[in-house]
């Protein structure tokens, strides 16, 4: 069973930084994309970024391009949201979640594409 937890979020200042985490569990995740999607109040789900466990392609949303950076830890499993330069319309819940697939190209910004989900971390930027 594919179990994805993440932390790390927390109540930070605009400009600060913050690093989320996201251990996966239950399979091996070589053939799959691992995203970040966030999901403010009264807003819908939408992407951050996303990364190929085999390559480290990535993509990200231009919201984010130049702050954000994903990275994987394959000994841990683990994949990695660093944040910088926080803003508070990056305030947001922020959700881990894995599809099957080995490409970026395809419904890889659709969270319908993403069969499983963590339980997410809250983010909140003050100004």
């Known amino acids: 069973q594919v179990r994805l937890v993440e932390s790390g979020g927390g109540l930070v200042q605009a400009g600060d930084s913050l690093r989320l985490s996201c251990a996966a569990s239950g399979r091996t995740f070589s053939n799959y994309i691992m995203g970040w999607f966030r999901q403010a109040p009264g807003k819908e789900r939408e992407i951050v970024t996303a990364i190929t466990w085999r390559s480290s392609s990535a993509y990200y949303a231009d919201s984010v391009k130049g702050r954000f950076t994903i990275s994987r830890d394959n000994a841990k499993n683990t994949v990695y949201l660093q944040m910088n330069s926080l803003k508070p319309e990056d305030t947001a819940v922020y959700y881990c979640?894995?599809?099957?697939?080995?490409?970026?190209?395809?419904?890889?910004?659709?969270?319908?594409?993403?069969?499983?989900w963590g339980q997410g971390t809250q983010v909140t930027v003050s100004s």
């Open positions: 979640a894995a599809r099957l697939s080995t490409s970026l190209v395809v419904d890889t910004t659709q969270a319908r594409g993403y069969a499983y």
